[in-house]
T-cell receptor, first 114, second 111 residues
């Protein structure tokens, strides 16, 4: 079974803090993704990566950065957390070249910024 | 125009009935289509994938794909209260690097 592991299930941070969300997958997937999910807005793509040290902006990259130093690990960084970044964050991964490969999600991190 | 659109619901069906969930997509080059189920407070889990026109059945679930109409559907037969969740339609873009999601349809199965 594919396993995508997010380091924290719940996080509470203060405004202005630098926040790191970590994600590790064990299936040798090339693609890794970070989404946020808010009621009524659905899943919104923040960043994705198709290779080590490669990153592509998604729909809402402002206020976020990412790091992919190893194939299995993809980190999301909130440089200076703000209350409007309170959300559920979902990491996901997939194969790159296998067009039929689905997206596999981690358990999610519910981040609250106060 | 959104890449993927779903009837947002909420959809309520009695236990034992058939629930029908619908999805349309805009990218004619899309090749892979997925249905995810998401319980409240949990992450999405894959329940069906379909790549060819026609029907694909897996237990109580049937996915239907019509590429000419750019339409994907999910039928849940003999609906159970445990099927109550939000169902997300996802389409893999032709480049293979991106997945596009609908906003989800909330389903409630009434005992």
């Amino acid at each position: 079974d594919v396993k995508v592991t997010q380091s924290s299930r719940y996080l509470v941070k203060r405004t202005g803090e630098k926040v790191f969300l970590e994600c590790v997958q064990d299936m040798d997937h090339e693609n890794m993704f970070w989404y946020r999910q808010d009621p009524g807005l659905g899943l919104r793509l923040i960043y994705f990566s198709y290779d080590v040290k490669m990153k592509e902006k998604g729909d809402i990259p402002e206020g976020y950065s990412v790091s992919r130093e190893k194939k299995e690990r993809f980190s999301l960084i909130l440089e200076s957390a703000s209350t409007n970044q309170t959300s559920m964050y979902l990491c996901a991964s997939s194969f790159l070249d296998r067009g039929n490969s689905p997206l596999h999600f981690g358990n999610g991190t519910r981040l609250t910024v106060t | 125009q959104k890449e993927v659109e779903q009837n947002s619901g909420p959809l309520s069906v009695p236990e034992g009935a058939i629930a029908s969930l619908n999805c349309t997509y805009s990218d004619r080059g899309s090749q892979s289509f997925f249905w995810y189920r998401q319980y409240s407070g949990k992450s999405p889990e894959l329940i069906m994938s379909i790549y060819s026109n026609g029907d694909k059945e897996d237990g109580r679930f049937t996915a239907q794909l019509n590429k000419a109409s750019q339409y994907v559907s999910l039928l849940i037969r003999d609906s159970q209260p445990s099927d109550s969740a939000t169902y997300l339609c996802a389409v893999r873009g032709w480049t293979g690097n991106q997945f596009y999601f609908g906003t989800g349809t909330s389903l409630t199965v009434i005992p």
